[in-house]
């Protein structure tokens, strides 16, 4: 392992004070992947106080003392320096009751969640490996340190972390693992909503995100309970060639690797259940479904405290994913969402299309092209599609002597729909005439 040459130096500080000290965790999980990592983490023998004594000639925070963690900030990046310890009672599934300071290594990463992340390194002694973590590593597996339960029941977060790191690494869950993550799932509701979201979302944009989605979806159903009512629910349509959450999993899956795409997309079919009928020939129904769809999203979204820029976004995309887009209303649609969020629909939109039947996947796909091809046109050519482009604005309506007010917001809605529809063009006299023929 390559450890940068300020991390070495706060390594070698501490151990020719006499303390041991290690890089530990995700670092070195990261480094022994040929992955260059993001953060650097200590762990040392040495306690806070005498940390904060040995680098007295540099910025220390006191970020965590209760649990032994002080942050070193460098001019080349921050370094957290925690003391080895062990966790006393986790009695609300999240933080220990107390800490105790222990002076074994080993003791320190009995601790931890995953093996892959149970390893400490440095220099003069090399790799720690107590629990064969560089081995589940080399075999792409996520495997607890000891007792799956006990780890989890520990610290409900893990649960949501051991699908994040499979998404995000490829990494198969140890079947002792898998069946603790589903008999543990409902000790998420003790997991603070923010911390949750994260998990998600990072666990969302993972490359490998679709084994995850239709190996748990009784996970994450803890806190989107209308997933549950998705799960084998046969759809009776030639379109689709699965299910709704497996629909719904390929459709994340397929989508751009963004998180207001493939939250989108998580929640873009929740509302079919609630919409669904079989017609006189056996086919299935779901009309009204993005409405119901968009409700549920708000108030998932809203519940699990996402901002409310990213809530909007997605209801919106929720919404309006069985628009009928086309090449000739793309500018009326992009009046109605703007540039952003119609550039969002048709992303949810090519990832919905994808997880259709191949005959509808193959025309979606090629209509998307047209329609994102007509939106790079549109506003290559600064087209109008905004009461801002309109070649007159209110103060020149206000000079003809039309009153402030509702009436001149009249006036310029009139003259926008008119441009969009392409009944006016956007030209300061054409339009003046038109409001005097009004």
Same mark, same amino acid.
């Not at 869950?173 to 990072?202: G, M, Q, S, Y």
């Given at each position: 392992?390559?450890?940068?040459?300020?991390?070495?130096?706060?390594?070698?500080?501490?151990?020719?004070?006499?303390?041991?000290?290690?890089?530990?965790?995700?670092?070195?999980?990261?480094?022994?992947?040929?992955?260059?990592?993001?953060?650097?983490?200590?762990? =040392?023998?040495?306690?806070?106080?005498?940390?904060?004594?040995?680098?007295?000639?540099?910025?220390?925070?006191?970020?965590?003392?209760?649990?032994?963690?002080?942050?070193?900030?460098?001019?080349?990046?921050?370094?957290?320096?925690?003391?080895?310890?062990?966790?006393?009672?986790?009695?609300?599934?999240?933080?220990?009751?107390?800490?105790?300071?222990?002076?074994?290594?080993?003791?320190?990463?009995?601790?931890?969640?995953? =093996?892959?992340?149970?390893?400490?390194?440095?220099?003069?002694?090399?790799?720690?490996?107590?629990?064969?973590?560089?081995?589940?590593?080399?075999? =792409?597996?996520?495997?607890?340190?000891?007792?799956?339960?006990?780890?989890?029941?520990?610290?409900?977060?893990?649960?949501?972390?051991?699908?994040?790191?499979?998404?995000?690494?490829?990494?198969?869950?140890?079947?002792?693992?898998?069946?603790?993550?589903?008999?543990?799932?409902?000790?998420?509701?003790?997991?603070?909503?923010?911390?949750?979201?994260?998990?998600?979302?990072?666990?969302?944009?993972?490359?490998?995100?679709?084994?995850?989605?239709?190996?748990?979806?009784?996970?994450?159903?803890?806190?989107?309970?209308?997933?549950?009512?998705?799960?084998?629910?046969?759809?009776?349509?030639?379109?689709?060639?699965?299910?709704?959450?497996?629909?719904?999993?390929?459709?994340?899956?397929?989508?751009?690797?963004?998180?207001?795409?493939?939250?989108?997309?998580?929640?873009?079919?929740?509302?079919?259940?609630?919409?669904?009928?079989?017609?006189?020939?056996?086919?299935?129904?779901?009309?009204?479904?993005?409405?119901?769809?968009?409700?549920?999203?708000?108030?998932?979204?809203?519940?699990?405290?996402?901002?409310?820029?990213?809530?909007?976004?997605?209801?919106?995309?929720?919404?309006?994913?069985?628009?009928?887009?086309?090449?000739?209303?793309?500018?009326?649609?992009?009046?109605?969402?703007?540039?952003?969020?119609?550039?969002?629909?048709?992303?949810?939109?090519?990832?919905?299309?994808?997880?259709?039947?191949?005959?509808?996947?193959?025309?979606?796909?090629?209509?998307?092209?047209?329609?994102?091809?007509?939106?790079?046109?549109? %506003?290559?050519?600064?087209?109008?599609?905004?009461?801002?482009?309109?070649?007159?604005?209110?103060?020149?309506?206000?000079?003809?002597? %039309?009153?402030?007010?509702?009436?001149?917001?009249?006036?310029?809605?009139?003259?926008?729909?008119?441009?969009?529809?392409?009944?006016?063009?956007?030209?300061?006299?054409?339009?003046?005439?038109?409001?005097?023929?009004?």
């Amino acid at each position: 392992m390559e450890i940068p040459p300020w991390v070495e130096r706060a390594l070698a500080r501490l151990e020719d004070a006499g303390f041991s000290a290690y890089v530990v965790g995700g670092c070195v999980r990261d480094a022994l992947m040929g992955v260059r990592p993001r953060d650097w983490d200590v762990t =040392t023998s040495a306690l806070p106080s005498q940390t904060n004594e040995l680098f007295a000639d540099e910025r220390v925070l006191e970020t965590g003392l209760r649990h032994g963690t002080v942050t070193l900030l460098f001019p080349e990046g921050p370094i957290e320096v925690t003391t080895f310890r062990t966790d006393g009672v986790y009695r609300d599934g999240r933080h220990p009751e107390s800490v105790q300071f222990v002076g074994s290594i080993e003791e320190d990463l009995a601790r931890r969640d995953f =093996t892959m992340n149970a390893l400490a390194f440095n220099s003069r002694t090399g790799l720690i490996d107590p629990f064969g973590g560089q081995h589940d590593i080399c075999d =792409t597996m996520i495997r607890a340190v000891g007792e799956p339960n006990e780890r989890l029941q520990e610290d409900a977060l893990r649960i949501m972390r051991a699908l994040r790191f499979s998404a995000c690494l490829g990494f198969e869950i140890d079947e002792n693992l898998a069946a603790a993550l589903h008999k543990n799932r409902d000790l998420l509701t003790r997991v603070a909503p923010e911390r949750f979201c994260a998990e998600l979302l990072h666990m969302l944009v993972g490359p490998f995100v679709l084994s995850v989605l239709l190996a748990y979806p009784d996970v994450l159903a803890v806190l989107i309970p209308e997933i549950a009512r998705t799960v084998g629910h046969d759809q009776k349509t030639p379109y689709h060639r699965y299910d709704i959450w497996e629909h719904i999993a390929h459709a994340v899956a397929a989508g751009k690797a963004d998180a207001r795409v493939r939250l989108a997309l998580l929640f873009h079919d929740l509302g079919k259940p609630d919409c669904f009928f079989v017609d006189e020939e056996g086919r299935g129904h779901f009309y009204g479904h993005d409405v119901r769809g968009e409700e549920i999203a708000r108030a998932r979204l809203t519940a699990l405290r996402f901002s409310n820029a990213l809530v909007e976004d997605v209801s919106v995309a929720v919404r309006s994913h069985q628009a009928s887009l086309r090449p000739e209303n793309v500018l009326r649609w992009l009046s109605d969402l703007g540039e952003d969020r119609l550039r969002l629909l048709i992303d949810v939109k090519r990832g919905d299309t994808a997880a259709h039947s191949d005959d509808v996947a193959e025309k979606g796909r090629a209509n998307l092209a047209l329609i994102e091809n007509r939106l790079d046109e549109l %506003i290559a050519q600064q087209a109008c599609f905004a009461l801002r482009d309109l070649a007159v604005n209110g103060d020149d309506l206000k000079a003809m002597g %039309i009153p402030e007010g509702k009436e001149i917001g009249a006036f310029l809605a009139y003259l926008l729909d008119a441009v969009i529809e392409g009944e006016l063009n956007n030209n300061r006299e054409e339009l003046l005439a038109a409001v005097k023929l009004r």
